[in-house]
T-cell receptor, first 113, second 113 residues
Framework: AQSVAQPEDQVNVAEGNPLTVKCTYSVSGNPYLFWYVQYPNRGLQFLLKYITGDNLVKGSYGFEAEFNKSQTSFHLKKPSALVSDSALYFCAVRGSGTYKYIFGTGTRLKVLA | DSGVTQTPKHLITATGQRVTLRCSPRSGDLSVYWYQQSLDQGLQFLIQYYNGEERAKGNILERFSAQQFPDLHSELNLSSLELGDSALYFC????????????FGPGTRLTVL
């Protein structure tokens, strides 16, 4: 069965500091991995995805994520956090043998000025 | 603005009733996805259609059904509503199936009283 875990409900980071939002997954076959962000009272917005190729994926708004096959992880990172990055972040996964997407429970990122 | 439209924005109804939520995908997108977001369940994938055909089914109750019409818009029908069905319902679209980025609509907030 597919699953995705976001172990932290909330992450607090000071503005200008690097941030990491964690995600681990379990799928059959090769994983397709995604990060989405949700601002208050809005739908989700795509940040980045890993399908194949380079393990370091660069996305929107300066975010990047590293695919680690041995650790089955896909952590979201940003070198320098902005207050405007404060939002709810979702990791999602789909295994290569299915069209079902599984979303994590979300991690609330709070960037403190 | 993602280009995905959902109507209505808000819906208040009573237990036992039936409602229909409507979604228009981005121009050119063939795939439509439905999700339910609630506080206790997080973001749950319900169902996916591709060019009118059901492609994947997630945690969709038997009381819920969906379809995608020839003009590619989709409707999610919820019947015999219960208090626990109160949630945000999101529609997303993508160009095809599989590894494509999903573009989310603003959601329909359903309140069952």
């Amino acid at each position: 069965a597919q699953s995705v875990a976001q172990p932290e409900d909330q992450v607090n980071v000071a503005e200008g500091n690097p941030l990491t939002v964690k995600c681990t997954y379990s799928v059959s076959g090769n994983p397709y991995l995604f990060w989405y962000v949700q601002y208050p009272n809005r739908g989700l917005q795509f940040l980045l995805k890993y399908i194949t190729g380079d393990n370091l994926v660069k996305g929107s708004y300066g975010f990047e994520a590293e695919f680690n096959k041995s650790q089955t992880s896909f952590h979201l990172k940003k070198p320098s956090a902005l207050v405007s990055d404060s939002a709810l972040y979702f990791c999602a996964v789909r295994g290569s043998g299915t069209y079902k997407y599984i979303f994590g429970t979300g991690t609330r990122l709070k960037v403190l000025a | 603005d993602s280009g995905v439209t959902q109507t209505p924005k808000h819906l208040i109804t009573a237990t036992g009733q039936r409602v229909t939520l409507r979604c228009s995908p981005r121009s050119g997108d063939l795939s439509v996805y439905w999700y339910q977001q609630s506080l206790d369940q997080g973001l749950q994938f319900l169902i996916q259609y591709y060019n009118g055909e059901e492609r994947a089914k997630g945690n969709i109750l038997e009381r819920f059904s969906a379809q995608q019409f020839p003009d590619l818009h989709s409707e999610l029908n919820l019947s015999s509503l219960e208090l626990g069905d109160s949630a945000l319902y999101f529609c997303a679209s993508s160009a095809s199936v599989g590894a494509d980025t999903q573009y989310f609509g603003p959601g329909t907030r359903l309140t069952v009283l």
